[in-house]
């Protein structure tokens, strides 16, 4: 089956190298996710879940409201992330008001148990045995399917592209965090699910300049605090775009999320806090 958009300028790599700038306008990201009934279809390459709507829409990018429309996990990521695929990869499929989000999300194996974790054991496995062929659909008794379980407060990148598989057309916000999320998917689990769909045929591309959010992302009831990105000005140099990051933000660089918030600061406090302990205790 072939999956391949060749006019599609997305999935891309994503990493530190490619970024174009920091952001603060142009991807303002609020949700809060309702719980949802977890209804799958098994494709040759992918997971496809439904999600139930809530009286509210659960995502606002851009002070547009979205509702999801679907939820896929492929195996292994569409993106890249410093070159590399990682294991999985959910991809959250919004509509709002002629606006189309994407949201992606990379899973990464991991022995330690998380609500992630949990919420694709019980998804694999419930579809390995209630839609044990291609083409099958059913109902999956998901107690905890809930896309808050997914959705990181972290940090993420930003683009604008073309719907990465088919049909492959429109223009989409693609909101992409790394694979330092911590969302984490167990051995057996990941093994399974590879025998249950096929590697997809999705290549990477190039074009769209990528973004980094300078915030980390918040729920709406965690004080209405949301992302908030934006493109360079026109006729900087990408390098000026991405220097200008505070260094009190995480910065993503070989899988890994590195904390620079001002701990040469914080290690002096700590010395000389413990000096004056020290002293008043001769």
Same mark, same amino acid.
């Given at each position: ?9 997305? %999935?891309? &790599? ?9 952001? $603060?306008?142009?991807?303002?990201? @609020?949700?809060?996710?309702? +719980? ?19 009286? /509210? ?7 547009? #409201?979205? &509702?999801?429309? /679907? ?5 292994? !990521?569409?993106? $890249? ?25 990379? @899973? ?11 919420? =694709? ?5 419930? $579809?390995?045995?209630? #839609?044990?062929?291609? +083409? ?26 073309? @719907?990465?598989?088919?049909?492959? /057309? ?25 025998? =249950? ?16 959010? +300078? ?8 004080? &209405? ?5 934006? %493109? ?5 140099? /990408?390098?000026?775009?991405? #220097?200008?990051? !505070? ?12 904390? $620079?918030?001002? =701990?040469? %600061? ?17």
């Amino acid at each position: 089956m072939n999956t391949d958009c060749k006019n599609s300028n997305s %999935p891309i &790599d994503i990493s530190k190298q490619n970024v174009a700038g920091s952001c $603060t306008s142009k991807c303002d990201l @609020l949700y809060n996710y309702n +719980g949802s009934n977890c209804n799958v279809y098994r494709s040759e390459t992918y997971l496809e879940l439904d999600y139930d709507n809530d009286s /509210k829409s659960p995502v606002t990018f851009n002070n547009i #409201a979205h &509702d999801v429309y /679907k939820v896929r996990i492929y195996c292994p !990521s569409l993106h $890249t992330y410093n070159g590399k695929r990682s294991p999985a990869e959910i991809v959250i499929w919004h509509n709002g008001n002629g606006s189309n989000l994407l949201i992606c999300v990379p @899973l990464m194996e991991s022995e330690i148990t998380s609500e992630c974790s949990k919420m =694709m054991q019980k998804i694999v496995n419930d $579809t390995s045995k209630l #839609a044990p062929k291609v +083409g099958n659909r059913a109902s999956l008794n998901v107690s905890n399917y809930n896309l808050n379980n997914i959705v990181p407060k972290l940090p993420y990148f930003f683009y604008e592209g073309n @719907l990465p598989f088919p049909p492959c /057309k429109g223009n989409y916000n693609l909101v992409t965090f790394h694979t330092s999320t911590f969302n984490t998917i167990k051995k057996p689990v990941l093994e399974k699910m590879k025998r =249950m769909i096929k590697n997809h045929n999705i290549k990477i591309r190039s074009g769209p300049e990528l973004f980094l959010s +300078g915030l980390k992302a918040h729920s709406r009831e965690s004080d &209405d605090i949301y992302i908030s990105c934006q %493109p360079v000005s026109e006729g900087k140099q /990408k390098k000026e775009g991405f #220097a200008n990051i !505070s260094d009190n933000q995480l910065i993503l660089e070989n899988n890994n999320i590195q904390l $620079t918030q001002h =701990m040469i %600061p914080i290690g002096i406090g700590a010395v000389f806090l413990f000096g004056l302990l020290y002293s008043k205790r001769k």
